[in-house]
Nanobody, 121 residues
Framework: QVQLLESGGGLVQPGGSLRLSCAASGNIFNINAMGWYRQAPGKQRELVAAITSGGSTNYADSVKCRFTISRDNAKNTVYLQMNSLKPEDTAVYYC???????????????WGQGTQVTVSS
């Protein structure tokens, strides 16, 4: 079983920055994709950014040039650096990690507990 521990959310003024972290732990054999999603009140959960094991990245159009996703494979951790934050970025942010456990015999696809990001003056 793989657990994800998120941190870094909070309240920030428009134009400010936050950095989210998500650390995976457990009997991990390898990690493939890592990503961040968000869900605002009354809206569906949406992909914010994703990164492959090879470092290829993908961003939602609404966050391009403002957010940066990165990963530390040695620490099984994914980060989301969020700059120039806007009120419409307010949401609960969830990390998602997929890979294999048990010496590669089983796959996993885990979600973090969510961290609130509020952008308001």
């Amino acid at each position: 079983q793989v657990q994800l521990l998120e941190s870094g959310g909070g309240l920030v003024q428009p134009g400010g920055s936050l950095r989210l972290s998500c650390a995976a732990s457990g009997n991990i054999f390898n990690i493939n994709a890592m990503g961040w999603y968000r869900q605002a009140p009354g809206k569906q959960r949406e992909l914010v950014a994703a990164i492959t094991s090879g470092g290829s990245t993908n961003y939602a159009d609404s966050v391009k040039c403002r957010f940066t996703i990165s990963r530390d494979n040695a620490k099984n951790t994914v980060y989301l650096q969020m700059n120039s934050l806007k009120p419409e970025d307010t949401a609960v942010y969830y990390c998602n990690v997929a890979g294999r456990v048990d010496f590669g015999w089983k796959s996993f696809d885990s979600w973090g507990q969510g961290t609130q990001v509020t952008v308001s003056s």
